[in-house]
Structure formats: structure tokens, C-alpha cells
């Protein structure tokens, strides 16, 4: 798993509520990530880091912010949680530059249910 | 962005040869062609990647026409371990920055 962990695994919390999800790497990448998957739709970008304060937006930012105050910790979190948001949420790194021939490697996800 | 397009599933048997085909119309210069693989509950694995011709590695080759409009998975000899999600992505450099646009996937399913 290229020294990639998630937590917490699991998590159940309930609609208004803040939850914030970890991503740690032990491999001192500057690329890290946070997808989530939903059936039918494969994995989309949430946001992305290219370095510690720098973070951008994916495709299905709202409702996520991100932090990265260290190399090897990028957290998403969701200040207001809703049942949309429900999801196997995938972190990853990069082990490039960033570039075309870019190899992106994929943590154990966290599974998110939000009643 | 460079979208891609999968078939949603496909059906085969232990020791046959496999191919997926991806079609990427809009494939820019930059872009490179990445495979991936997923098991349920597991996050994707990298498989292969390649930009023109034909690459192979330890498990799978790539064969991407001169056109780059598409591209082919071939996966030799499945097993029943094989049976899994496959992902084709075109990364689309901008910023300094590989965008990877995942699509729905093919789901592969190999029978005893």
C-alpha cells in the first residue's frame, strides 16, 4: 500500500455533524489526494495537495475543505455532513512530479455512512 | 478534460487472453494512458501505463494505436483472481499538476 494509511475506517455520524478524515504517508511525497467512489461513478477528485499549505479543488469540491499543515498529513474534512456525502473516500499519493507518467497509489479507503 | 469510455462489464474463463478497450478521442500530446486494477474494499492498483506503441510488464500490455484515440488492456492467461474493476485513465497535465479523470470502470469477471 506504498506506506499509505486512512483513518478511521469506518465511520458512521449522523446529518449537520463535522467529520474529518486522515490520510498518512510514511514515503514523503509532495502529491497527495482525496477521491471519493460512489457505484456508477468511479473515483472523483475532491481536492489535491502539491505541497504542504498548497491545495487545490478536484471536481466535487463543495461541501469538503482540506489541510495540509505536514508532508505526510492531508486531512478532508466535512464541516457539515449530509447524506449525499456517503461514500468510500480514497486517498492517494504521487510518486512523481506531478507530471504526465505520474503513478498515483491508492490507501484502504474510508467508508462514510451519514444518516 | 480527456474523458474516457469503457465497456461496463465483460465476461471471460481462467486461461483465456483478455482485452479491454478504452477510447480516449480527446487525448491531448501531454497526456499519458494509465490502467488501473480494484478489488472490493481495496483501493485501485496501479497496472500499467504507456504513452504510443506497445508496453508490456509483468502482468499485463498496452497497445496504443498511432492515433492515441484508444487504447487496449491485454491481460494473458486470466484466473479467477483477476475478476475486478478496470480502470482506464488519460492524466492530463496542467499546472504542473497530473489530473486523473477516473471513469466508471469495467467490471471483469472470469469463470472457472
Known amino acids: 500500500d506504498a506506506g499509505i494509511t486512512q483513518s478511521p475506517r469506518h465511520k458512521v455520524t449522523e446529518t449537520g455533524t463535522p467529520v474529518t478524515l486522515r490520510c498518512h504517508q510514511t514515503e514523503n511525497h509532495r502529491y497527495m489526494y482525496w477521491y471519493r467512489q460512489d457505484p456508477g461513478h468511479g473515483l472523483r477528485l475532491i481536492h489535491y495537495s502539491y505541497g504542504v499549505k498548497d491545495t487545490d479543488k478536484g471536481e466535487v469540491s463543495d461541501g469538503y475543505s482540506v489541510s495540509r499543515s505536514k508532508t505526510e498529513d492531508f486531512l478532508l474534512t466535512l464541516e457539515s455532513a449530509t447524506s449525499s456525502q456517503t461514500s468510500v473516500y480514497f486517498c492517494?499519493?504521487?510518486?512523481?512530479?506531478?507530471?504526465?507518467?505520474?503513478?498515483?497509489?491508492f490507501g484502504p479507503g474510508t467508508r462514510l455512512t451519514v444518516l | 478534460l480527456a474523458k474516457t469510455t469503457q465497456p461496463i462489464s465483460m465476461d471471460s474463463y481462467e486461461g483465456q487472453e483478455v482485452n479491454i478497450t478504452c477510447s480516449h478521442n480527446n487525448i491531448a500530446t501531454n497526456d499519458y494512458i494509465t490502467w488501473y486494477q480494484q478489488f472490493p474494499s481495496q483501493g485501485p492498483r496501479f497496472i500499467i501505463q504507456?504513452?504510443?506503441t506497445k508496453v508490456t510488464n509483468e502482468v499485463a500490455s498496452l497497445f496504443i494505436p498511432a492515433d492515441r484515440k484508444s487504447s487496449t488492456l491485454s491481460l494473458p492467461r486470466v484466473s479467477l483472481s483477476d475478476t475486478a474493476v478496470y480502470y482506464c485513465?488519460?492524466?492530463?497535465?496542467?499546472?504542473?499538476?497530473?489530473?486523473?479523470?477516473f471513469g466508471a470502470g469495467t467490471r471483469l469477471a472470469v469463470h472457472p
Open positions: 492517494a499519493i504521487s510518486t512523481g512530479t506531478g507530471g504526465g507518467t505520474d503513478t498515483q497509489y
Open positions: 504507456g504513452y504510443k
Open positions: 485513465l488519460v492524466g492530463m497535465f496542467s499546472g504542473g499538476y497530473n489530473k486523473l479523470i
